[in-house]
T-cell receptor
C-alpha cells in the first residue's frame, strides 16, 4: 500500500540558510500534519492543513511557513535556520480529518 | 515489566514476558488516543487506538486501557518479542482539528 512520502530524507544546511521539506500524502488523503522531533524527544505538532487551508497551528516558529497545494502535497519552508532546528521532521496524513494519522519516514535536517 | 509514570524513559523486559507501558494525558477534553511505535530512524507507526467512550480495546497481542478518572492510558503487550523493541508514544487528540499531542516516549528493550 502507498505510504506518505517525504523528501529529501536527509538535508544538511548551514546557519541562516533556508530549507524546504516536501510531503506527499497517501492518495485520497486530504489532511496533512507536520511534526518536529528533536533528539530523544517526542514529536511536537507544528501545523496542519485540510483541503489546502491551514486547520491548526502548534509550536511552529515564525521563521517557518507551510502550505498545501492543489494536489494535496505540502511543503514546509524554513528560513534563517538555527542550530536548534536540527531535528527529524515528520509529515502525517489522514482522510477527511479522521483522527488516525499515517506518518512518513521523516526528513532528518542537520544545521551546521 | 511495567513503566511507572510519565517520565520513566526506559523499560527492559525478557522475551516472552508481558510489557505494560503507562502514559498520563493532560487534557480531560481529549476524546481519542493512539499508541504509536517508533523504531530508530523511522516515523511513528500506529499500533492501536481507543475512544474516550471505551475503557479497553484489544488488538493482536496488544491491549489499551483507558482510565478517564485519573487521565491514564496504558499499553499492554503480551508475549513481548525482540521485534517489539522500540520507543512507544501515547498521543491524545485534543478535539481540535485532530492534531495529536504526543506524550513522552518510553523505550522498550526486549532481552532474548
Amino acid at each position: 500500500a502507498a505510504g506518505v512520502i517525504q523528501s529529501p530524507r536527509h538535508l544538511i544546511k548551514e546557519k541562516r540558510e533556508t530549507a524546504t521539506l516536501k510531503c506527499y500524502p497517501i492518495p485520497r488523503h486530504d489532511t496533512v500534519y507536520w511534526y518536529q522531533q528533536g533528539p530523544g524527544q517526542d514529536p511536537q505538532f507544528l501545523i496542519s492543513f485540510y483541503e489546502k487551508m491551514q486547520s491548526d497551528k502548534g509550536s511552529i516558529p515564525d521563521r517557518f511557513s507551510a502550505q498545501q497545494f492543489s494536489d494535496y502535497h505540502s511543503e514546509l519552508n524554513m528560513s534563517s535556520l538555527e542550530l536548534g532546528d536540527s531535528a527529524l521532521y515528520f509529515c502525517a496524513s489522514s482522510f477527511r480529518g479522521e483522527a488516525q494519522q499515517y506518518f512518513g519516514p521523516g526528513t532528518r535536517l542537520t544545521v551546521l | 515489566g511495567e513503566s511507572v509514570g510519565l517520565h520513566l524513559p526506559t523499560l527492559s523486559v525478557q522475551e516472552g514476558d508481558n510489557s505494560i507501558i503507562n502514559c498520563a494525558y493532560s487534557n480531560s477534553a481529549s476524546d481519542y488516543f493512539i499508541w504509536y511505535k517508533q523504531e530508530s530512524g523511522k516515523g511513528p507507526q500506529f499500533i492501536i487506538d481507543i475512544r474516550s467512550n471505551m475503557d479497553k480495546r484489544q488488538g493482536q497481542r496488544v491491549t489499551v486501557l483507558l482510565n478517564k478518572t485519573v487521565k491514564h492510558l496504558s499499553l499492554q503487550i503480551a508475549a513481548t518479542q525482540p521485534g517489539d523493541s522500540a520507543v512507544y508514544f501515547c498521543a491524545e487528540n485534543r478535539g481540535r482539528n485532530n492534531d495529536m499531542r504526543f506524550g513522552a516516549g518510553t523505550r522498550l528493550t526486549v532481552k532474548p
